[in-house]
């Protein structure tokens, strides 16, 4: 059984800065169009469903685009992380502030029903970290519901550093590796990893639906050292997690490229990918 969030609030926090400037405030004008034009009632709040919601990123970033009432339902299998959730001072586009309920659930538990009424359906960093089954899941309760769904940040398997080191050889194995680990089965159950945003078009495609996706990487500089250290360390770890063998090579790359990140020389560009699906 698959929890919806495995982050900590700590990691959340650094990221956020990051997640915000490359998610695709395109798709997001898009969701604001269509849900404007599937308004039943401007006195009627929007209802929307947040998966994986962990602190409430997703929320913060797009209540503010979005005009008209809303309602945000977060939905994490975490329930220590959803302590975290802070909404405070999010408001729509109008200014108002929002309402928010929280639900601790695990995926494998979600409803098939649980979108009914809902105006649309959000998720930020999930799809990769999922199996094809819970994805499936996940869209056909998008579907049963009639209701769009936004994805976003999943992680595409590209990942770029500059400058070029001496031991580009070994990046491109710690590279493979993190991708074979971001697919490795979980307690008998195949992660989509960057396989996600194409599993999951084909899935809404299948349904007859419209998918839109736009590349949304993270762009690292040295202003962001302390992120890019923090990313660094857990895409090394997760690749020697998986290929043991490759540690003494990975501790020598890591040295190189945290001094290199201490020094504000760093620069990385971690792919992902935002997803729009809705109704055909």
Known sequence: MTSMSTATPDWLALR???????????????????????????????VLHDLGAGTGSMTRW????LPGRQRWVLRDGDADIVEHVDLDAVVDADG????????????AELPKDAFDGAAAVTASALLDVITHAEAAHIVAACVAADT???????V???VTLRPSARL???????????DDHQRRDADGRRMLGPDAVAATAELFAAAGWNVRTVPTPWRLKGRDSALTSEWLDGWI??????????????EAYRRLRLAQAAAGRLRVMVSHEDLLAWPG
Do not use: Y
């Not at 769009?148 to 999943?154: C, R």
């Open 148 to 154: 769009p769904a936004l994805f976003s940040l999943t």
């Open 62 to 65: 797009l209540a503010p685009q």
């Open 16 to 46: 956020a800065p990051a997640d915000d400037a490359a998610r695709s405030t395109e798709l997001a004008r898009e969701l604001g169009r269509l849900l404007a034009a599937r308004r039943p009632s401007a006195a009627a709040p929007l």
């Open 96 to 107: 108002c502030r929002i309402d928010a309920d929280v639900v601790v659930e695990d995926l």
């Open 156 to 158: 595409t398997g590209v």
């Open 237 to 250: 770890d997760a690749a020697v997690e998986w290929r043991p063998d490759l540690v003494d090579d990975a």
């Open 168 to 178: 580009d050889a070994v990046e491109q194995v710690l590279s493979a590796a993190f």
